[in-house]
Nanobody
Framework: QVLLVESGGGLVQSGGSLTLSCVAS????????MGWYRQAAGGERELVAS???????NYADSVKGRFTISHNNVEHTLYLQMNNLKPEDTALYYC????????????WGQGTQVTVSP
């Protein structure tokens, strides 16, 4: 079992910045793909950014150039640096840990709210 706890969300004005953190505990290891997803009110959950065990990073087109995903393997902490935030970034942001071949090993945090005012 893996436990994920997010923090760092809040209310920010358009153009502002926030950094989200996700601390992983339990049976987590460096094989896992770690990612950030978000779900706006009335919308579907979508991938924001992910980082593979190889270090390869993937971003949604809507956040490229503004968001940066990083991780600290020693402390098992995942980060999402968000710059130049826009009102359309408003959503509940979730941390995800997914094992590359064990389908049942797919874990979610409880989410942290990000609200960007115009």
């Amino acid at each position: 079992q893996v436990l994920l706890v997010e923090s760092g969300g809040g209310l920010v004005q358009s153009g502002g910045s926030l950094t989200l953190s996700c601390v992983a505990s339990g049976r987590i290891n460096s094989l896992y793909t770690m990612g950030w997803y978000r779900q706006a009110a009335g919308g579907e959950r979508e991938l924001v950014a992910s980082i593979l065990s190889s270090g390869f990073r993937n971003y949604a087109d809507s956040v490229k150039g503004r968001f940066t995903i990083s991780h600290n393997n020693v402390e098992h902490t995942l980060y999402l640096q968000m710059n130049n935030l826009k009102p359309e970034d408003t959503a509940l942001y979730y941390c995800n840990a997914r094992h590359p071949w064990l389908e049942q090993a797919n874990y979610w945090g409880q989410g942290t709210q990000v609200t960007v005012s115009p």
